[in-house]
Protein backbone atom coordinates (compact mmCIF):
# COMPACT_ATOMS: atom_id res chain seq x y z
CA UNK A 1 0.00 0.00 0.00
CA UNK A 2 1.70 2.98 -0.91
CA UNK A 3 1.88 6.63 1.11
CA UNK A 4 0.11 9.57 -0.40
CA UNK A 5 2.29 11.80 2.06
CA UNK A 6 5.28 10.64 0.15
CA UNK A 7 4.03 12.16 -3.02
CA UNK A 8 3.77 15.98 -3.42
CA UNK A 9 2.47 18.90 -6.25
CA UNK A 10 4.23 21.55 -5.64
CA UNK A 11 2.64 25.61 -5.55
CA UNK A 12 5.51 27.82 -5.71
CA UNK A 13 9.14 27.39 -6.33
CA UNK A 14 12.41 29.35 -5.61
CA UNK A 15 16.63 28.53 -6.68
CA UNK A 16 18.52 30.83 -4.06
CA UNK A 17 22.33 31.15 -4.64
CA UNK A 18 25.24 32.41 -1.97
CA UNK A 19 28.81 32.14 -1.56
CA UNK A 20 30.38 28.63 -0.58
CA UNK A 21 31.19 29.29 3.04
CA UNK A 22 27.24 30.10 3.53
CA UNK A 23 25.48 28.44 6.56
CA UNK A 24 22.43 26.13 4.96
CA UNK A 25 19.46 26.55 7.24
CA UNK A 26 18.21 23.61 8.55
CA UNK A 27 14.95 22.03 9.72
CA UNK A 28 13.08 24.64 7.68
CA UNK A 29 14.08 27.71 8.97
CA UNK A 30 14.92 30.83 6.89
CA UNK A 31 17.30 31.35 4.75
CA UNK A 32 20.12 34.11 5.72
CA UNK A 33 20.77 37.43 3.99
CA UNK A 34 23.51 36.52 2.10
CA UNK A 35 21.30 33.94 0.54
CA UNK A 36 19.83 35.96 -2.67
CA UNK A 37 16.63 34.31 -4.78
CA UNK A 38 17.30 33.85 -8.52
CA UNK A 39 13.49 35.00 -9.16
CA UNK A 40 10.68 33.86 -11.09
CA UNK A 41 10.98 30.47 -12.39
CA UNK A 42 9.07 28.53 -15.85
CA UNK A 43 6.63 26.42 -13.43
CA UNK A 44 5.81 24.26 -16.30
CA UNK A 45 9.55 23.05 -17.22
CA UNK A 46 10.44 23.13 -13.31
CA UNK A 47 13.60 21.47 -11.94
CA UNK A 48 15.13 18.65 -13.75
CA UNK A 49 17.36 16.57 -12.50
CA UNK A 50 19.92 14.45 -14.37
CA UNK A 51 22.38 11.88 -12.96
CA UNK A 52 25.41 10.48 -15.16
CA UNK A 53 27.29 7.35 -14.83
CA UNK A 54 29.91 6.15 -17.05
CA UNK A 55 29.66 2.10 -17.44
CA UNK A 56 31.15 -0.34 -19.19
CA UNK A 57 30.72 -4.35 -19.62
CA UNK A 58 33.39 -6.91 -19.48
CA UNK A 59 32.73 -10.26 -21.07
CA UNK A 60 34.88 -13.16 -21.45
CA UNK A 61 35.65 -15.24 -24.51
CA UNK A 62 32.46 -16.49 -25.58
CA UNK A 63 30.52 -13.35 -25.21
CA UNK A 64 30.26 -14.38 -21.49
CA UNK A 65 29.42 -10.84 -19.29
CA UNK A 66 31.49 -11.42 -16.20
CA UNK A 67 31.17 -8.11 -14.65
CA UNK A 68 30.74 -4.41 -15.38
CA UNK A 69 32.17 -1.27 -13.93
CA UNK A 70 30.12 2.02 -13.00
CA UNK A 71 32.32 4.81 -12.52
CA UNK A 72 32.47 8.91 -13.01
CA UNK A 73 29.18 10.13 -10.58
CA UNK A 74 27.78 12.99 -11.89
CA UNK A 75 24.63 15.49 -10.87
CA UNK A 76 23.15 18.13 -12.85
CA UNK A 77 20.35 20.38 -12.31
CA UNK A 78 18.62 22.28 -14.79
CA UNK A 79 16.06 25.53 -14.04
CA UNK A 80 14.91 28.17 -16.49
CA UNK A 81 14.50 31.86 -14.95
CA UNK A 82 11.87 34.45 -16.24
CA UNK A 83 13.78 37.81 -14.61
CA UNK A 84 17.01 39.31 -15.93
CA UNK A 85 18.15 40.94 -12.57
CA UNK A 86 22.28 40.48 -10.97
CA UNK A 87 21.47 37.36 -9.46
CA UNK A 88 20.26 35.90 -12.42
CA UNK A 89 23.61 37.72 -14.15
CA UNK A 90 25.74 36.43 -11.50
CA UNK A 91 25.24 32.90 -12.98
CA UNK A 92 25.33 33.85 -16.18
CA UNK A 93 28.20 36.11 -16.66
CA UNK A 94 29.96 36.12 -13.30
CA UNK A 95 32.28 39.16 -13.38
CA UNK A 96 29.85 41.09 -15.04
CA UNK A 97 30.07 45.23 -14.68
CA UNK A 98 25.76 45.43 -14.86
CA UNK A 99 24.43 47.52 -12.65
CA UNK A 100 20.24 46.73 -11.74
CA UNK A 101 18.04 49.75 -10.53
CA UNK A 102 15.61 46.86 -8.66
CA UNK A 103 12.43 48.52 -11.20
CA UNK A 104 13.43 46.39 -14.17
CA UNK A 105 15.95 48.49 -15.48
CA UNK A 106 20.06 47.71 -16.01
CA UNK A 107 23.01 49.34 -17.75
CA UNK A 108 26.59 48.27 -17.73
CA UNK A 109 29.51 45.88 -18.95
CA UNK A 110 28.68 41.88 -20.08
CA UNK A 111 31.96 40.48 -19.85
CA UNK A 112 33.25 37.00 -21.04
CA UNK A 113 32.42 35.42 -18.04
CA UNK A 114 34.66 33.49 -15.07
CA UNK A 115 33.74 30.48 -16.14
CA UNK A 116 35.33 28.74 -12.87
CA UNK A 117 33.01 30.54 -10.69
CA UNK A 118 31.82 28.45 -7.53
CA UNK A 119 28.58 29.28 -5.47
CA UNK A 120 26.62 27.25 -3.03
CA UNK A 121 22.90 26.55 -4.91
CA UNK A 122 19.43 25.70 -3.25
CA UNK A 123 16.26 24.66 -4.50
CA UNK A 124 13.02 24.75 -2.71
CA UNK A 125 9.73 23.83 -3.37
CA UNK A 126 6.54 25.33 -1.22
CA UNK A 127 2.66 23.93 -1.03
CA UNK A 128 0.83 25.94 1.73
CA UNK A 129 3.75 25.89 5.10
CA UNK A 130 5.23 22.43 3.51
CA UNK A 131 8.35 22.60 2.26
CA UNK A 132 11.08 21.15 0.15
CA UNK A 133 14.47 21.67 0.17
CA UNK A 134 17.75 20.53 -1.75
CA UNK A 135 20.65 22.12 -1.08
CA UNK A 136 24.39 21.84 -2.78
CA UNK A 137 26.34 20.59 0.81
CA UNK A 138 29.94 21.39 -1.15
CA UNK A 139 29.78 23.77 -4.72
CA UNK A 140 28.11 24.01 -7.96
CA UNK A 141 29.17 25.73 -11.16
CA UNK A 142 26.92 26.30 -14.06
CA UNK A 143 27.73 23.38 -16.62
CA UNK A 144 25.72 24.77 -19.39
CA UNK A 145 24.23 28.24 -20.44
CA UNK A 146 21.14 27.36 -22.71
CA UNK A 147 19.15 29.08 -25.20
CA UNK A 148 18.05 32.74 -24.44
CA UNK A 149 14.75 32.57 -25.65
CA UNK A 150 12.86 36.23 -26.75
CA UNK A 151 9.58 36.35 -29.00
CA UNK A 152 5.87 37.78 -28.81
CA UNK A 153 4.26 35.08 -27.64
CA UNK A 154 5.81 34.11 -24.53
CA UNK A 155 7.99 35.72 -21.66
CA UNK A 156 11.61 35.83 -21.81
CA UNK A 157 13.52 33.07 -20.39
CA UNK A 158 16.88 31.77 -20.13
CA UNK A 159 18.11 27.83 -19.78
CA UNK A 160 20.96 27.12 -16.97
CA UNK A 161 22.47 24.10 -16.14
CA UNK A 162 24.59 23.95 -13.24
CA UNK A 163 26.86 20.44 -12.22
CA UNK A 164 26.93 19.54 -8.22
CA UNK A 165 30.21 18.95 -6.63
CA UNK A 166 30.24 16.46 -3.81
CA UNK A 167 32.19 17.39 -0.59
CA UNK A 168 35.52 15.95 0.31
CA UNK A 169 36.67 12.77 2.89
CA UNK A 170 35.41 9.17 2.94
CA UNK A 171 31.65 9.91 2.29
CA UNK A 172 31.04 12.44 0.00
CA UNK A 173 28.54 14.29 0.29
CA UNK A 174 26.05 15.63 -2.57
CA UNK A 175 22.88 17.29 -1.23
CA UNK A 176 21.48 18.57 2.41
CA UNK A 177 18.17 17.65 2.09
CA UNK A 178 15.00 18.67 3.91
CA UNK A 179 10.53 17.64 3.65
CA UNK A 180 8.68 19.15 6.33
CA UNK A 181 7.10 22.07 8.06
CA UNK A 182 8.65 26.08 7.67
CA UNK A 183 9.95 27.46 10.98
CA UNK A 184 10.79 30.34 12.53
CA UNK A 185 14.17 31.16 14.02
CA UNK A 186 14.56 29.45 17.23
CA UNK A 187 15.73 32.77 19.08
CA UNK A 188 12.99 31.92 21.85
CA UNK A 189 14.36 28.81 22.41
CA UNK A 190 17.71 29.50 22.64
CA UNK A 191 16.55 32.74 25.48
CA UNK A 192 14.76 29.21 27.27
CA UNK A 193 17.78 27.03 27.76
CA UNK A 194 20.04 30.46 28.98
CA UNK A 195 17.34 31.30 31.69
CA UNK A 196 16.38 27.91 32.22
CA UNK A 197 13.02 27.17 32.86
CA UNK A 198 12.00 28.40 36.21
CA UNK A 199 13.46 30.91 38.82
CA UNK A 200 16.37 29.19 40.04
CA UNK A 201 15.38 30.49 44.11
CA UNK A 202 11.93 28.40 43.54
CA UNK A 203 13.75 25.40 44.11
CA UNK A 204 15.83 27.14 47.55
CA UNK A 205 12.40 27.16 49.03
CA UNK A 206 12.73 31.34 48.78
CA UNK A 207 14.45 32.72 51.92
CA UNK A 208 15.64 29.30 52.87
CA UNK A 209 13.56 29.82 55.98
Do not use: C
Not at 103 to 125: H, M
Not at 146 to 171: H, Q, W
Amino acid sequence: MGNASNASVWAYADVFIAPVDAVIPEGGRPFGPEWEQVGLLDGEEGFTETVEVESEDLYAWGGVLVASTHNNFKVTRKFLPFEDNKTVYDLMYPGHGVDFSGDGGYEGEIRVPDLQARFKIAFETRTGDLVKRTVSANYAQVAERGESTENATELAKREITVAIYPTEGDEPTLFYTYKGQVRPDDGGEEEEEENGPGDPGEEDGGDGE
